[in-house]
């Protein structure tokens, strides 16, 4: 960890590198850093435990996601992620539902045409 809260941050300030999130397995001292200039300062986290990145538009994520690692379709239906995690699923999946109501509609349509007859 001191090699990525003390050598590295100079590598990465010099390197122009303007942000950088510092993850740790047990939690305890996990750091997010944004480059303000010549100097690092701390990322604060915003309600519900999100950073938000400055570098990266519409970038952002929940803390405590990077540890639970929450699957696709939890982050599609999340709205922390709806903006760029796979867009084009949720669309692909709000689609198929559609389809598979009507084809359900169609079926009992069908079903009731022949106990008619």
């Known amino acids: ?13 010099k390197a122009g590198i303007k942000e950088y999130y510092i993850l740790d397995a047990q939690r305890e001292r996990t750091q997010f850093f944004r480059l ?3 100097r690092r300062i701390a ?36 709205k922390v992620y709806q903006q760029f995690v796979m867009p084009n699923y949720l669309r692909e999946k709000q689609a198929r539902i559609l389809a598979e109501q009507r084809a359900k509609q169609l079926a009992e349509q069908l ?3 022949e106990h008619r007859n």
């Open 1 to 13: 960890m001191e090699r990525d809260t003390i050598i590295k941050k100079d590598e990465y300030a």
């Open 36 to 38: 303000n200039k010549t």
């Open 43 to 78: 990322i604060k986290h915003q309600k519900g435990g999100i950073i938000k990145s400055k570098v990266l538009p519409g970038f952002q994520f929940r803390i405590s996601d990077l540890f639970d690692k929450p699957s696709i379709d939890e982050m599609v239906e999340n």
């Open 111 to 113: 079903r009731l045409m």
